[in-house]
Nanobody, 116 residues
Framework: QVQLVESGGGSVQAGGSLRLSCAASGRTFSRAVISWFRQAPGKEREFVALISWITGSTSYVDSVKGRFTISRDNAKNTVYLQMNSLKPEDTAVYYC?????????WGLGTQVTVSS
């Protein structure tokens, strides 16, 4: 099973940017679909974006389209989430998820706080 470690969270003002990283260890991302989810206080965890490691195809929740970009670095075995034009409603713990061969792995999450 792949181990995932998120980093890059922090506190920014509305309109600012952050780049989250999800690094894999133990196994590579090969053949996996990697997703970012987020969970705000008192709310359910929601899907944010995904990328196919094989094809590079991506998908986003409507609320982040045009602001967030998911990408991958094959050499570093890392997936990124570039977040621009951040809004207070983007405040949440962001989790990385990888599904490979029917097995899912989660990271411990990284906090993103956006102030108005």
């Amino acid at each position: 099973q792949v181990q995932l470690v998120e980093s890059g969270g922090g506190s920014v003002q509305a309109g600012g940017s952050l780049r989250l990283s999800c690094a894999a260890s133990g196994r590579t991302f090969s053949r996996a679909v990697i997703s970012w989810f987020r969970q705000a206080p008192g709310k359910e965890r929601e899907f944010v974006a995904l990328i196919s490691w094989i094809t590079g195809s991506t998908s986003y929740v409507d609320s982040v389209k045009g602001r967030f970009t998911i990408s991958r670095d094959n050499a570093k075995n890392t997936v990124y989430l570039q977040m621009n034009s951040l809004k207070p409603e983007d405040t949440a713990v962001y989790y990385c998820n990888a599904v490979r061969d029917g097995s899912a792995s989660w990271g411990l999450g990284t906090q993103v706080t956006v102030s108005s």
